[in-house]
């Protein structure tokens, strides 16, 4: 008899992480007899708790702040979407008990733009017909959000940042389809852009604010935030109240999730009204 499958996710800090949350319920949904736990490990212990894992039993796991970048460092092997993001988020060890390092962030985001504004959101925003995608900042979840919509077809890219040179850094991605703005040419260009990214972290509970105001984006164009906490950030409620479409930041979190456990545990699992009611809840609670 195989044993149950272990996988993790390690961070530091990881107390506040929901993956444990998200991989539980799938792992009872499917009745499945594999755990998934947090783990708490600070950056100096990162590289001896990435060379113990096969001894420690485990199949693989997620890797959140601030390890991503050393788990792309240290991994035996990395999927060619996680060399292009520079970062890691998602391991697995292979038959030949190699380190697999994937980055899933660029697809998680996709598939959750996807689901909701429906499959055709580049022609309903105007994207297809020549209007720009907007990224507001420019760190590791641009990076990955970034090499996202480029691979998803988005013909033209442009990237704020307060610090210029960061979103200077990311057009190197594709020098041809990704433009840069300065922070304040961003009000005076808003009414051309068809998708508005917020990457930045301003309107999470403990930074509240508006990264840009939404208001004089064309009626065709859709919002997206990836702060989570609060669910309805001060973006996406302003947003609404102008009648634009809105893409939260807890569906990148659930669609990212999806590939880590597909591979750990076999089974591609859904990101269904059920799991996002348990993540809302916590977030809430
Ligand atoms: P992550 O990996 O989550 O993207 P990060 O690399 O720390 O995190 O990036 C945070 C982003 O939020 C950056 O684009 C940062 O801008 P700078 O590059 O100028 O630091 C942006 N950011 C954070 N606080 C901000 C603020 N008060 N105003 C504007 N941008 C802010």
Not at 23 to 47: Q, T
């Amino acid at each position: 008899m195989t044993s149950p499958r272990k996988a993790f996710v390690v961070g530091h800090p990881i107390a506040h992480s929901r993956s444990p949350l998200i991989h539980g319920h799938w792992l009872s949904a499917h009745g499945l007899p594999g755990s998934y736990e947090r783990i708490d490990v600070g950056p100096e212990a990162f590289p001896a708790f990435l060379a113990g894992l096969r001894e420690a039993g485990f199949v693989g796991g997620n890797v959140t702040i601030p390890h991503k970048e050393a788990a792309y460092r240290l991994v035996d092997i990395r999927t060619p979407r996680a060399e292009r993001i520079g970062a890691v988020n998602t391991l697995s060890l292979d038959e030949a008990g190699r380190l697999v390092g994937d980055n899933t962030d660029a697809t998680g985001f996709v598939a959750h733009l996807d689901a909701t504004l429906g499959a055709d959101w580049l022609d309903t925003t105007g994207i297809a017909a020549g209007r720009p995608a907007l990224l507001l900042g420019a760190g590791g979840a641009a990076r990955a959000i970034a090499v996202g919509l480029l691979d998803r077809g988005v013909p033209r890219l442009l990237i704020a940042n307060r610090t210029a040179a960061r979103a200077e850094a990311l057009r190197a991605l594709d020098p041809h389809r990704i433009g840069t703005l300065a922070a304040a040419e961003v009000p005076g260009r808003l009414a051309e852009v068809g998708l508005l990214v917020n990457t930045t972290s301003l309107g999470m509970a403990a930074a509240p604010g508006l990264p840009a105001d939404p208001a004089p984006l064309p009626p065709e164009a859709a919002v997206a935030d990836i702060v989570y906490v609060p669910l309805d950030t001060p973006l996406l409620a302003a947003a609404r109240a102008r009648d634009l479409r809105t893409v939260d930041g807890l569906g990148m979190l659930l669609h990212q999730a999806v590939p880590g456990f597909a591979r750990w545990f076999g089974v591609t699992p859904q990101v269904t009204p059920a799991l996002r009611a348990l993540i809302v809840a916590d977030i809430e609670g």
